[in-house]
Each structure stands twice: as C-alpha cells, then as structure tokens.
C-alpha cells in the first residue's frame, strides 16, 4: 500500500471524530434553537458546558462504530456506495451503543431530539466529508500523486481487460507504466532498470497459464526489490469464488464455502430476523386483523392455508399465508384434468404456476396483487423456518423434481421475498430464478440484504402496475 494512502486512511479516524463532534454541536444548538422549542420546547436543562464535556466522550463512539463497519480497513478505495452503507452502519451501531448506556444512566440527559438529530446529522456530515476527501484525492490521481504505477505481466484476454478497466477508470487510481508477456531474463533486467528510476510500486501478474516457476521468481523479486505484487483473479469461471484458507496438519488446505451464510454471518442474519420479524408482526397486526374479517365474509374456508414446504437441508415445514383461494384450491393444482384446461400454465419447470388463476377468491385478488396473503409468513420468520430474504419455499411435490443443480438453494433458509422476486417477480424463468438465488447465496452480505428488502415493495408496486 502507498504511504499516501496509508496518510489519508490514518487520517481518517481524527478527521471523522471531530466530524462528529462537529454533528453533536449542531444538534444541540438546533434542539434550543427558538423557533425549535416554540414547536416543541424542551422538558430538560441542559447547559452548553455540560453537553460539551459529555459530548467528547460520546463522540468517541462513533470511531468504534465505523471501525466495527470497516470503514478504516487499509485495503485501499473502495466504491462509494459501500462507503457510505459502511457510514450509515458504523452510526447506526453507535447510536444503539449509546442508548443502551442511556438506559442504565439515567443522570446524563434524556432527549430523544439530540440523539435522533445527532444521528443523523452524524451521518450525513462524515458522508460529506469523506466525500469531499474522495473528491481531491481523484483530482490529484490526475495529476499524477498518489497512483499506483504498476507493471503488467500476462498475455491474453484477462491482461488485456486489466490494462482496459485501468485506463477507463481514472478513479481506481492506477498508472499502467509497463506491460509484458512474461517474466523472462530480459523482461527482469527491464524492470530493474525501472526500479533504479523509481518508476513502478507494483507488478500485478494477469494470465491464469503463468507457470509455477514464474510466480516463484516474480515473489521472491518483488521481496528483494519492496515491491507489492498482486494477481487478478480470472482463473475460475465465477468471478467470485467464496473459500476459506486453513493450514491442517502442516498442509495447506483450501475449504470451498457453500455459503457466506456462516459464522458471524449466520449469528447476524437470525438476529436481524427475529428483532425485524417481531417489530413487523407488531406494526401490521391491525391489517391483519382487518384481513381475517374480509376472508370471513368473502368465502367459506379457513382463514389461513398452511401447507408443507421444504427448508433448509431439505427438510420439510408448515408454511402459513392467507388464504386466497377456494377451498380445496391446493388438490386442484396436480389434477390432469383442471391443468389441461389452463392455457396460461407456466410450463418446462418443475413449479405449476397460473397468470391467470381461476381458484383465486376476490379478496384474494386483492391481497395477491399486494402480496397481503404473505404476512402470515412473518411468523414463520420468528420461529426461525424461514428467513426475511431468501430463496422462496417450494412444495414437496416440486423439490421432487429438481436437479441437482437446483437443489443447491436448499442450503440455506427459504425467504419472504429474494433476488428473484425483486428483479421479475413470478414472471422470471425457473432457470432464472434458481441462477438468482443461488447467486445470492454465495454472495451474501448485510448490504444485500437490505438492498433487496428496500426494492420488494417497489417491485409489488411495479407488479401491480403491470397487471
């Protein structure tokens, strides 16, 4: 890494408290600012001197928080929209450190207004910050300062694409000052002659053919001459590839991952499930309610329709949603005769689905087009069944017939909504729908996460817009 990276990132940590500080400043002022306290005038005494004092405590928190995130990783820049994920994160996790020290101090001060504010405020200044920090870094990578100056060894596609995606990307601050086909004698004498000018800080090998004997010279020359040397990684298919690297019995052994959904991960994505489930089944249990009335009246039936799905390790669980369908609705769908009559079938799969299906009740029309009969499904979430983002659950009689292949997104919990249901709803191909959730279940990650629940209610609305 350059020493001017290293500079800015070191920097980084000061630069972010006292952004903070700066944040908490503005809260409070805004908090006992007149107009403020006409509309909400406040019920405690605080002073200036007293805030102050506590506020360069508090603020130390926020540090923590962005380091937990990972905002100060030295592994170089990363994209802007994982910075500021990382930003609203490491805030959000001090935020929730410092109410839960609030709770058991009830002798600091007690405004909900300064906290809220403070977050805010907190988030959006270091978003600014770093932003404006990225900004002059990019302006002086064209100037030449701060680049990487890096020399290319590959032949072949992938060397070619590396010195492409360097010169598009300005921002990456990369400057390519050689390329060679190999790491030869003369190609060695070249870059000793480069070293002496003081021309080049990395060799970035690009060719997935480069000999064992090759990668061994080049690792022992960047040792010897302190240069960082680095590999694209274009030997596999898959441009992400999840593997975990352990040393047993003195052998070097590389585990390939299933799934990110592991350790820390897995801890993380229950926890999230259980607090988010929980607070949903709370917030819409008045519609839930008021839907269990309206399927009363509608038709005769149960209110919900419970069935078997398979899960997690393929084994098999009662799945609840309302119910929007006649009664006996689910032995219809597999009998030859009522299939053959359909023409809108959705056929070549091993899931029966209908765009137009004459078993649905009125007011399941209406609670399907807003995904209303999955509610239920919350429940299943809290029990920990099913998972808030995952693939969706499909029944005994469907897993039956998948392929290996397509027996892959049993590895982890089935989900509420997912990447299918995002990018096509039920309009997607089967095959398309497996490829979607299988890749995201080797590339999970919070962020994703979140991404895909902020995009399922636009793809309801997007849905309903359709029809």
Same mark, same amino acid.
């Given at each position: 890494?350059?020493?001017?990276?290293?500079?800015?990132?070191?920097?980084?940590?000061?630069?972010?408290?006292?952004?903070?500080?700066?944040?908490?400043?503005?809260?409070?002022?805004?908090?006992?600012?007149?107009?403020?306290?006409?509309?909400?005038?406040?019920? =405690? +005494? #605080?002073?200036?001197?007293?805030?102050?004092?506590?506020?360069?405590?508090?603020?130390?928190?926020?540090?923590?928080?962005?380091?937990?995130?990972?905002?100060?990783?030295?592994?170089?820049?990363?994209?802007?929209?994982?910075?500021?994920?990382?930003?609203?994160?490491?805030?959000?996790?001090?935020?929730?450190?410092?109410?839960?020290?609030?709770?058991?101090?009830?002798?600091? =001060?007690?405004?909900?207004?300064?906290?809220?504010?403070?977050?805010?405020?907190?988030?959006? %200044?270091?978003?600014?910050?770093?932003?404006?920090?990225?900004?002059?870094? &990019?302006? #002086?990578?064209?100037?030449?300062?701060?680049?990487?100056?890096?020399?290319?060894?590959?032949?072949?596609?992938?060397?070619?694409?590396?010195?492409?995606? !360097? *010169?598009?990307?300005? *921002?990456?601050?990369?400057?390519?000052?050689? *390329?060679?086909?190999?790491?030869?004698?003369?190609? +060695?004498?070249?870059?000793? @002659?480069?070293?002496?000018?003081?021309?080049?800080?990395?060799?970035?090998?690009?060719?997935?053919?480069?000999?064992?004997?090759?990668?061994?010279?080049?690792?022992?020359?960047?040792?010897?001459?302190?240069?960082?040397?680095?590999?694209?990684?274009?030997?596999?298919?898959?441009?992400?590839?999840?593997?975990?690297?352990?040393?047993?019995?003195?052998?070097?052994?590389?585990?390939?991952?299933?799934?990110?959904?592991?350790?820390?991960?897995?801890?993380?994505?229950?926890?999230?499930?259980?607090?988010?489930? =929980?607070?949903?089944?709370?917030?819409?249990?008045?519609?839930?309610?008021?839907?269990?009335?309206?399927?009363?009246?509608?038709?005769?039936?149960?209110?919900?329709?419970?069935?078997?799905?398979?899960?997690?390790?393929?084994?098999? %669980?009662?799945? !609840?949603?309302?119910?929007?369908?006649?009664?006996?609705? &689910?032995?219809?769908?597999?009998?030859?005769?009522?299939?053959?009559?359909?023409?809108?079938?959705?056929?070549?799969?091993?899931?029966?689905?209908?765009?137009?299906?004459?078993?649905?009740?009125?007011?399941?029309?209406?609670?399907?087009?807003?995904? /209303?009969?999955?509610?239920?499904?919350?429940?299943?979430?809290?029990?920990?069944?099913?998972?808030?983002?995952?693939?969706?659950? &499909?029944?005994? @009689? +469907?897993?039956?017939?998948?392929?290996?292949?397509?027996?892959?997104?049993?590895?982890?919990?089935?989900?509420?909504?997912?990447?299918?249901?995002?990018?096509?709803?039920?309009?997607?191909?089967?095959? +398309?729908?497996?490829?979607?959730?299988?890749?995201?279940?080797?590339?999970?990650?919070?962020?994703?996460?979140?991404?895909? #629940? /902020?995009?399922?209610?636009?793809?309801? /609305?997007?849905?309903?817009?359709?029809?």
């Amino acid at each position: 890494m350059k020493k001017s990276e290293i500079a800015i990132s070191a920097s980084l940590l000061p630069i972010d408290y006292l952004t903070v500080i700066l944040a908490g400043l503005a809260a409070y002022f805004i908090r006992f600012w007149q107009p403020v306290q006409e509309i909400r005038p406040a019920i =405690f +005494e #605080l002073s200036f001197e007293s805030y102050l004092s506590l506020l360069w405590v508090i603020a130390l928190l926020w540090p923590l928080g962005f380091a937990l995130a990972g905002l100060y990783s030295m592994r170089g820049t990363s994209r802007p929209i994982d910075e500021i994920y990382k930003i609203v994160l490491g805030s959000s996790t001090a935020v929730a450190i410092l109410m839960f020290i609030f709770f058991f101090s009830r002798n600091l =001060f007690d405004s909900r207004f300064i906290i809220i504010a403070g977050w805010i405020f907190s988030t959006l %200044f270091v978003i600014m910050t770093r932003g404006l920090i990225r900004f002059i870094q &990019h302006r #002086l990578y064209r100037y030449g300062l701060g680049v990487h100056r890096v020399v290319i060894i590959g032949k072949g596609q992938l060397a070619n694409e590396a010195v492409e995606n !360097f *010169k598009k990307d300005i *921002k990456a601050g990369y400057k390519i000052v050689a *390329k060679f086909f190999d790491f030869s004698q003369t190609v +060695e004498n070249q870059l000793y @002659e480069l070293i002496k000018k003081n021309k080049i800080d990395e060799l970035l090998v690009a060719d997935a053919n480069i000999s064992d004997e090759e990668v061994n010279r080049l690792n022992n020359f960047s040792y010897l001459n302190h240069l960082t040397l680095k590999f694209v990684a274009g030997i596999f298919d898959s441009p992400i590839i999840n593997f975990e690297f352990n040393t047993v019995a003195n052998l070097p052994i590389i585990e390939v991952k299933k799934t990110r959904l592991d350790g820390w991960g897995k801890v993380y994505k229950r926890t999230f499930d259980i607090f988010a489930s =929980f607070i949903l089944i709370i917030i819409l249990s008045p519609l839930m309610i008021l839907m269990t009335l309206l399927i009363i009246i509608d038709s005769r039936g149960g209110v919900f329709f419970s069935y078997q799905r398979i899960g997690q390790g393929s084994q098999p %669980f009662n799945y !609840f949603k309302f119910r929007s369908m006649v009664k006996n609705a &689910h032995q219809k769908r597999f009998d030859e005769d009522f299939l053959k009559s359909q023409e809108n079938l959705r056929a070549g799969t091993p899931m029966i689905k209908f765009k137009d299906d004459p078993r649905i009740t009125r007011v399941g029309k209406i609670i399907r087009r807003f995904s /209303l009969d999955e509610l239920p499904e919350l429940f299943n979430v809290l029990i920990g069944k099913m998972s808030l983002v995952g693939p969706r659950p &499909h029944e005994v @009689e +469907e897993v039956a017939k998948y392929n290996i292949r397509q027996k892959r997104v049993l590895t982890i919990k089935p989900g509420m909504t997912g990447m299918a249901q995002v990018a096509g709803r039920s309009d997607l191909d089967f095959n +398309e729908e497996i490829r979607l959730d299988i890749w995201y279940m080797e590339n999970w990650s919070p962020k994703l996460d979140w991404l895909i #629940l /902020l995009k399922t209610p636009m793809a309801v /609305l997007k849905k309903r817009k359709t029809e």
